[in-house]
């Protein structure tokens, strides 16, 4: 973890040095996918399994809430008075280089990566001790290869990994919707438009957090049916008009979509524990939910390039949603009849 922030430090000074923005983005988003695995995979190392959704809960909730400060901090960064006072500092003696309110804000943004990393500094070491790990890319990839199939072939795993998978990839659509809605049914700017989203943000912390103090890990998978409400509430959006409707129906949304998120995720890192390690999952479960974002995103890109009408892209969308969550349900309650797998939760690493 300590490693991947200075990853994304040394990402953010590549622009001090005319690397192009790019290839300097893609350093620090590089430091972030290591940074997932070891960020999730250690609450395993540090928890027993039962606390793991409250656990879940708090990082989940905190993450969002963070996502939503650090928009708005960025917004302010590059604005004219943010940017004034910031260029206002001067170090005496010294030529700090610092000249535009981009380079200004990048200040910031390094100065808090490395805070964070002085942060992971003070991580009680868990105990946890692992074998040789693979450098060579070719075994790397047959071993990452190896977890996928064995998460996906297990009967907690692939419900668990199934529902985190549909809704990362949802979600991120859902975004793209909710900006194009708004605007052409609510009738706001683009501008306004962003603080709907925020909203949906706000649910998904207030879901994460419900849900960490009411769902045990044991009662994980009684939330799935939670899953296909939400499909159903993204339809309604079809028949709203009301901005005043608007706000309370996505933070009703992003509710749900929080209080399900966050037991199928500690699910999956108490799998992935018992079966290989929590980083090794959270690897395979990253991997799945980008691709299942690019996936969904491209779907809805074909449909605005075949000038669809958006209330129909939206229950496709919804309807995609709910019916998927059924199937998993449907699947997790075939998986139970042959073999009691919900009594595996809970059960100590092999």
């Not at 039962?50 to 604005?79: C, D, R």
């Amino acid at each position: 973890m300590f490693i991947s922030n200075l990853i994304k430090v040394g990402g953010c000074l590549l622009i001090f040095a005319h690397v192009h923005p790019l290839l300097a983005y893609a350093i620090v988003g590089f430091g972030a996918a290591v940074y997932s695995p070891a960020k999730y995979g250690i609450l395993t190392e540090l928890l027993p399994a039962e606390k793991l959704v409250a656990a879940n809960g708090w990082v989940e909730g905190l993450t969002v809430l963070s996502i939503i400060f650090g928009t708005v901090m960025g917004g302010a960064l590059v604005g004219d008075r943010v940017s004034a006072v910031l260029l206002g500092f001067d170090m005496p003696l010294i030529d700090t280089g610092i000249e535009t309110p981009t380079q200004a804000a990048l200040c910031v943004v390094v100065g808090i990566y490395m805070l964070a990393a002085l942060f992971n500094t003070r991580i009680p070491d868990t105990g946890c001790k692992y074998g040789h790990q693979e450098r060579n890319p070719i075994k790397l990839i047959t071993d990452f290869a190896n977890c996928f199939g064995l998460l996906w072939k297990d009967k907690l795993g692939q419900i668990s990994l199934g529902v985190t998978t549909l809704f990362w990839g949802a979600a991120q659509t859902l975004q793209f919707i909710v900006l194009e809605w708004a605007n052409r049914t609510l009738h706001l700017s683009y501008e306004q438009s962003t603080s709907l989203v925020g909203v949906v943000a706000i649910g998904v912390a207030l879901g994460a957090v419900i849900s960490a103090r009411f769902i045990t890990l044991r009662k994980s998978l009684t939330v799935i049916p939670v899953g296909i409400a939400m499909g159903v509430i993204v339809m309604s959006m079809t028949l709203v008009h009301s901005v005043k409707v608007a706000y309370p129906l996505l933070i009703l949304v992003g509710l749900l979509g929080g209080f399900f998120l966050v037991p199928m995720n500690a699910l999956l890192q108490h799998r992935g524990h018992v079966l290989m390690s929590a980083g090794h999952s959270i690897a395979v479960q990253n991997f799945n939910e980008n691709l299942s974002i690019l996936t969904m995103l491209a779907m809805y890109s074909l449909m605005l390039r075949a000038h669809l009408n958006l209330d129909i892209i939206i229950l496709l969308f919804g309807l995609f949603l709910a019916g998927t969550m059924l199937y998993i349900m449907r699947k997790h309650q075939q998986n139970q009849r042959a073999f009691d797998s919900v009594a595996l939760i809970g059960e100590a690493k092999h």
